[in-house]
Every structure is written in C-alpha cells, then in structure tokens.
C-alpha cells in the first residue's frame, strides 16, 4: 500500500517504526508521549493513540503505566516459525553440489544485495583498531613476526582467548588451545582427530554447508538430526539415533546455528550432555556465533556447563570458534580447545598447515587486550538485532502471507521457508539476474540434486546495515517469490 493511501494513523505509526530502525530510539528508550507527537504532527489525540497502540499491538512498543510509551525491549513480529524436518533415520554420504560454490561466488560480490554472504559486512566491521594494532606489530616487531609461531599458536593471543571465556564460565588454559586458520580448520581437525573415513557424524538439520562439505572431503556419512529453530536439537531423535546407530561424533552449534538461529537452553544442552557421556559420543561444538547474542547474557558453550554445573559423567568435548563472524574473517584466526587432545590436535594442525600467520596473531592479540573489541562487540549486536527486526518486517511485507521466518536471538542469519514448494535453484538463478544473491535452501542438505526437503527454504544474511538496496532486494525477492509456485 502506498503512504498516500493509508490513514493518518497508519503514517504516524510507519514514522515511528522508521525512527526505531534508524537508530534515533533504541530498545527500551521513551519516545515522544502522546501530547508532544501531537503537537510535532498536528494529529488529534485519538489518532496518535491509534498509532501508539497499533505499534504496541504489533510488539514494536510497550506501555508503562503512568510513565507513557517505550520501544520494547526485542519487537515480535508475528510471523510463524520454520517447521522441523522430519528425522532421516539413515546416515549419507555427502554429494556434490554446484550450486554450492556457484552462491559461493556471487555472495561476497558487492554488486548483488548481500543476503547471502554469512559475515557482516566491511562497514560493520569497521576494524580501525584492528588495523592500528596490526601496523604496530609489522612497525614494531616485523622481524621477529615473520617466522612460524610455536606449534600453539602466539602464546598472548591464546591468552586472551582464555581471559574471555571467563566471563562465560569457561576455565581454560592456554595450553589446551591451538590456534587455527580460521573455525573450518578447527573443525577439520577436530573431525580428522576422532574419526575415520567411513565413520558417520551427526549433524543439525538444516545443515551448515561447510560441514557437509568437511564431511564429504574427508569420506565421513552424515546423520541428520532434526532441529528446531527456537530449541535446537529434537532430544528424541538424538536419543533414538543414538540407539539405532553407530556415531562417532556429534557437530552442533553452541548458540545462533547457521542457518536456522537456534539456540538451546543451559537444561537441554545438560541433557544433550547427558546422553553424550551416556553414549559415550564425542561432541565437535562450534560457537562461532557465541558472542553475538541478543538478550543480557551471553549463551553458555557446551564446554563451560560440562565443566562447571554438578554433571555426573562428563561429556568428551573438542571446542571450536573463530573471529571470522565479529570482527576480522579475513584475518582467518580460529582456534580449537581439546584438553584430553592437544597431541592429536597439534600434530593434525602441523599436517595442515604447520602455523599460522603470526603478525596477525600477534595485532589480534593486541586489539583484544583493551576493551575495544567489547565496545565493538555492544555496537554491531544492537545493529544486528535491529537489522534482522527491520529483515522480519520486510519479510512480512513483501513475501506471500503464510511465509515463515526463525526468530533467532542472536548472530544475522534468518531461515525462511516459503508456503509452498518452488524450484529453489531456479528462484536463485532468477534472484542472480536481478542482482540479489541469497544462500538457497538446497545447499543444506547433504544431496542437494536429489533432495527437494529445503527447495522451499532460503537463508537470507542480516549482516548489512539497512539500507535502499536492501529494502528494494527484498521488494523483489518478496515478488518473486510469489510467483514462484509450482503449477
Ligand atoms: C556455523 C559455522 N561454522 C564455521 C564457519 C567457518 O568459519 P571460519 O570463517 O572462521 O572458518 C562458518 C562460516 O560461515 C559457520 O557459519
């Protein structure tokens, strides 16, 4: 509908929304009470206490009595959530796909409207600091930063990795870290430490593709557990997968999972626990997300409720994160945590890639040691909470009613499937030519050619600062996802 044709009502409430967007009020701030935005307007009271509820109506606001109106806290948005894929019952093995690497390539290319690269974008990192701390260790140190590091990784910088886990109850030492190119080779190593080829994995379903990709370069079958966006794993069917089948390790996501946004409670993550150490399962954890929550406090890993809540039999956990999603994906720093492993983890990292660069090793260090990269951290959660609401709304607006959309509290991916089935790989080609790339739902699937389960599916990134090439990205996507529809 076009703001001509709405009511004066309907304005009012489109001029706050955009307000909220944009930043003027934040979450939790007051806005204008009802007397002063009639003033500013020249609108009757009634009619701004139809915005006003109108925006309190759709979870945008809330009222607090005798104090007036304010941005609440994390909007709803009443779309449904994603349904749950049905359980597979039979490990796979991984097949190839094209489209894979063909999103691949056009997902970093600026020309295309960035839904489906999965790291923000250049202007969010915005790594001022990061580049100062690295012209200080080439200025200061250049010579003594241009060798192999030992075998761990630069001793600060595994230092600070440990600091930080701190503040989520991890204890860990620096010994037991190594630092790796980047989160996929944390898990390439940790999959090379306990598996054979052969062996199979479990995975979440809807599946991270670089695990499907992982699995099938090193001759693993995949077993597809199915996940709820809001909750994670299904309990049942890890526990019924468990029975039926022979796993030699599970890989799940800490928090915010690529692509559904799931994360699951401290009491599930206890109970997934519980059947790991029952099962006797090794669990690889990925929590490249982690630090990118939404509410007041950051998600616990596995690693740290293993270790620190009364958990009888201890679960067998290889850790894994990167910087890749917050600050510096270009810099490739990773690292991987196994304190029962580190032999097997340092000699399967020297089969790799012997070391890592060091002078990044060593800025990265620097950049962590004061409070830039918490300061950094408070900035891009607000816009990414903000840009994902702003997403749902588009989302809401442009794509065919009865569509559904995850509703994850943190990281900046959204899962969205469409009512009905499409050709996924067609919509994706057709989206290409209108210069819109997003991830299509295909290629989280390990048999994307003969599997149909997620062609209905997109993951679209929320890693890009709204503006008009976004909105219009979505008008058009939206459209033609409409006429999509299989006859
Ligand atoms: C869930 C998940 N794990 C691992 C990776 C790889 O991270 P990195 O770039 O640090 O290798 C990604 C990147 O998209 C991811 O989404």
New binding site residues.
């Given amino acids: 509908m076009s703001e001509t044709t709405l009511y004066n009502y309907e304005k009012l409430a489109n001029f706050i929304t955009n307000l909220i967007d944009d930043g003027v009020y934040v979450k939790g701030a007051r806005i204008p009470s009802l007397r002063q935005i009639c003033k500013q307007h020249k609108l009757s009271l009634s009619t701004a206490m139809q915005a006003y509820h109108l925006l309190e109506d759709k979870g945008i606001l809330e009222s607090r009595v005798k104090s007036g109106f304010y941005v609440a806290n994390r909007p709803t948005i009443s779309l449904p959530t994603p349904t749950t894929t049905n359980s597979q019952n039979t490990a796979t093995l991984v097949s190839n796909s094209g489209i894979f690497l063909e999103m691949l390539e056009f997902a970093a290319n600026p020309r295309y409207a960035p839904f489906g690269c999965?790291?923000p974008s250049a202007e969010l990192l915005a790594a001022n600091k990061l580049d100062k701390s690295l012209a200080r260790a080439a200025r200061l140190n250049g010579i003594e930063n241009n060798i192999y590091t030992v075998p761990r990784g630069d001793l600060k910088l595994r230092q600070q990795i440990a600091r930080r886990a701190l503040q989520w109850g991890q204890n860990i030492s620096p010994e037991d870290i190594v630092i790796t190119?980047?989160?996929?080779?944390?898990?390439s190593i940790a999959l090379k430490t306990i598996t054979k080829p052969g062996d199979t994995i479990a995975i979440e379903s809807p599946a991270?593709f670089?695990?499907l990709q992982l699995a099938k370069a090193l001759n693993l079958k995949v077993l597809e557990i199915p996940t709820d966006a809001n909750n994670g794993i299904d309990l049942a069917e890890l526990t019924s997968a468990f029975a039926n089948n022979s796993i030699a390790a599970c890989v799940f996501?800490s928090s915010f999972?690529?692509p559904l946004g799931s994360t699951m409670s401290d009491d599930r993550k206890r109970s997934i626990l519980t059947l790991l150490a029952q099962y006797e399962v090794p669990l690889i954890e990925?929590d490249?997300?982690g630090d990118i929550y939404f509410g007041e406090t950051r998600p616990r890993p596995f690693m740290a409720i293993n270790n620190t809540d009364e958990i009888v039999d201890q679960a067998n956990i290889i850790y894994?994160s990167?910087?890749?999603?917050t600050i510096a994906?270009g810099y490739?720093i990773?690292w991987v945590v196994a304190p029962s492993r580190v032999r097997d983890i340092l000699e399967n990292k020297l089969a790799t890639s012997l070391s890592n660069t060091s002078l990044t090793q060593v800025a990265m260090a620097d950049y962590l040691s004061n409070s830039a990269y918490d300061n950094h951290l408070r900035r891009i959660r607000r816009i990414f909470a903000n840009n994902i609401d702003r997403m749902t709304r588009a989302i809401k607006q442009y794509f065919p009613v009865g569509t559904r959309v995850s509703r994850p509290s943190g990281g900046f991916l959204l899962w969205l499937e469409l009512p009905y089935q499409i050709d996924g790989k067609a919509l994706f080609k057709q989206a290409l030519d209108k210069g819109i790339c997003f991830a299509p739902g295909t290629v989280f699937s390990p048999n994307p050619e003969a599997d149909d389960r997620f062609a209905n599916c997109m993951r679209l990134s929320c890693g890009h600062e709204w503006n008009v090439q976004i909105d219009k990205g979505m008008q058009v996507l939206g459209k033609m996802a409409a006429n999509a529809k299989n006859p």
């Fill in positions: 999965a790291i190119c980047g989160c996929t080779e944390a898990l991270y670089g695990n996501s999972s690529n990925d490249l997300m894994c990167s910087y890749s999603k994906p490739r990773g």
